[in-house]
């Protein structure tokens, strides 16, 4: 549509832009362009103006839109997804001080009508999102972006109550049920906990000191718990100042990758990863700093781990790096009453640590450990390269069966080296119940300025050794003197690291 033009053409030109008309003065008085400026050169004159303002009117457009953002993220995930959403959708603040817990739950519980229409995912952008406990979905991605922050809250009414596990009979903290962890699912399959390495803060410190000063009412919650559930990936994530444990998939099959795990070193129970009764678990590429064991496999507590009776099988543990003053980079138990079966780490370095592995068990706990592979492990400023004990004796009640021994068997470690170690091994085996098959090749132990007189504490074991140094003690003979023998180290490949990912991209758009 046309604009109207001015009664007096020498004086003005009338024209359409994206507002309405604009009237625009242009003298032609003088003679300056006089009779000579034709109809069409005055079209001419009006087209150039208006696109003029359409780019003014579109730059300015822009300028006002900036308050709004937009990235593109590319990842590996075992499974990409059709439908996206996020938090800012569902009514959430990244403030810091509001809190999320019922955007969480409301966007969740939207985007898994998405299950079965190639999944979903929520989209956490950055600030400071305070929560409470929320529920997984199936077919699902939970994705941070670098700059965003899941801030615990420490307002106990936003952490429902749930049942103790049955294979352990009772809380870790006290009798009867836990707190449900800050990111928590059961019975999944299919979902993706990952990011850009946003980050996840427990909060831990209120929770740590109603611990010591035995206030607590239930169990301390821990970041992320997955129960029953398969196909579950957790990735390029940093998590800090857990209440308790960090990353515990129980009775589940998890890949744990590319993980930052941050705690105090004296914080209590702040266990890195803590694969429980699981089969067919991969956890590589991670950094952990801990108050507690770094990777600690476990599978039920006693008597509820016996009549429970699922092992923890097939885990693979790779290139792993671990401070942890207090306990072990990697301990194996010390509940392990569902028994622990086929363990392969390879590419560890320890730092500054207790133990670089730790079998813990008791009598009581009966179940086993067996067929426990180690390799290419290098250990810095150690107290023990090598602990096994079989008098770890806490247990949930008074009901445990005290005839119920732990079966330890084929336990193999070879390829290390470790530096300034104040002591090799202590190596305690349960009076009756010898550990049997223990076998440690090709392994150079240099000690601190102030070692231990005595080197290795062996009692109740059997096993070979074949170069290792300080020389073992004689429940360990060497093999053959004249020559390295290597112990075991399988060569087949576990179903798990056939678990392939692909390439998923996401573009966010946020305020």
Not at 296 to 313: F, H, L, N
Not at 340 to 367: F, L
Not at 370 to 393: C, E, H, L, N, Q
Not at 476 to 484: K, M, N, R, W
């Amino acid at each position: 549509m046309s604009c109207p033009q001015a009664s007096n053409p020498d004086k003005s030109i009338v024209m359409r832009g994206p507002g309405g008309c604009f009237r625009l003065l242009i003298s032609l008085r003088n003679g300056r362009i006089g009779q000579a400026l034709s109809a069409v050169a005055r079209k001419v004159i009006c087209i150039i103006l208006l696109v003029g303002i359409i780019i003014s009117l579109n730059t300015n457009g822009v300028e006002s839109r900036k308050a709004r953002n937009s990235d593109w993220f590319e990842y590996s995930a075992i499974s990409c997804r059709a439908h996206s959403a996020s938090l800012e959708e569902f009514g959430g603040v990244g403030d810091g001080t509001t809190s999320n817990t019922k955007a969480f739950k409301a966007a969740i519980d939207h985007l898994s009508r998405f299950q079965s229409e190639g999944g979903s995912q929520l989209f956490v952008p950055p600030g400071k999102w305070l929560t409470g406990s929320f529920n997984l979905t199936s077919h699902f991605t939970l994705f941070l972006h670098k700059d965003a922050v899941l801030l615990a809250s420490q307002d106990e009414k936003e952490w429902p109550v749930i049942e103790p596990l049955p294979s352990y009979g009772r809380g870790r903290d006290t009798e009867g049920g836990r707190y449900s962890s800050l990111i928590f699912g059961t019975n999944l399959t299919d979902v993706v906990i990952t990011g850009d390495n946003g980050t996840i803060d427990g909060q831990g410190e209120p929770w740590w000191r109603k611990f010591r000063a035995g206030e607590l009412k239930y169990t301390r919650p821990y970041l992320i718990e997955i129960m029953h559930s398969q196909n579950i990936q957790i990735s390029n994530l940093t998590l800090i100042n857990s209440p308790s444990w960090n990353v515990h998939p129980v009775y589940s099959s998890v890949i744990v990758q590319g993980i930052t795990i941050l705690a105090p070193v004296t914080s209590p129970n702040t266990d890195g990863i803590n694969p429980d009764s699981c089969t067919n678990t991969r956890i590589e590429d991670c950094y952990i700093v801990s108050g507690d064991d770094c990777v600690a496999v476990k599978s039920g507590w006693d008597q509820y781990g016996i009549a429970y009776g699922m092992p923890t099988k097939q885990l693979i543990i790779r290139r792993l790096t671990c401070i942890s003053p207090f306990s072990a980079v990697i301990a194996l138990g010390s509940e392990m009453s569902g028994g622990i079966q086929d363990v392969r780490a390879e590419d560890i370095t320890a730092i500054d640590s207790e133990s670089g592995v730790r079998i813990k068990t008791a009598v009581g706990r009966g179940g086993f450990v067996k067929d426990i592979y180690v390799r290419r492990m290098t250990m810095k400023t150690m107290k023990w390269a090598f602990w096994i004990t079989g008098s770890y004796g806490s247990h949930p009640d008074n009901n445990y069966d005290p005839h119920a021994l732990p079966e330890i068997q084929n336990i193999n470690y070879r390829d290390m080296v470790a530096e300034n170690v104040t002591m090799a091994a202590r190596l305690e085996g349960i009076a009756g119940d010898p550990f049997t098959g223990i076998c440690i090749s090709n392994v150079t132990i240099e000690l601190t300025n102030k070692p231990k007189k005595l080197q290795w504490n062996c009692t109740d074991i059997t096993g070979i050794s074949s170069g290792v140094t300080p020389k073992p003690c004689e429940l360990l003979p060497d093999h053959e003197p004249a020559q390295t023998t290597e112990c075991n180290f399988p060569d087949n490949r576990l179903p798990v690291e056939n678990m392939g990912v692909q390439m998923c991209s996401y573009k966010a758009n946020y305020l």
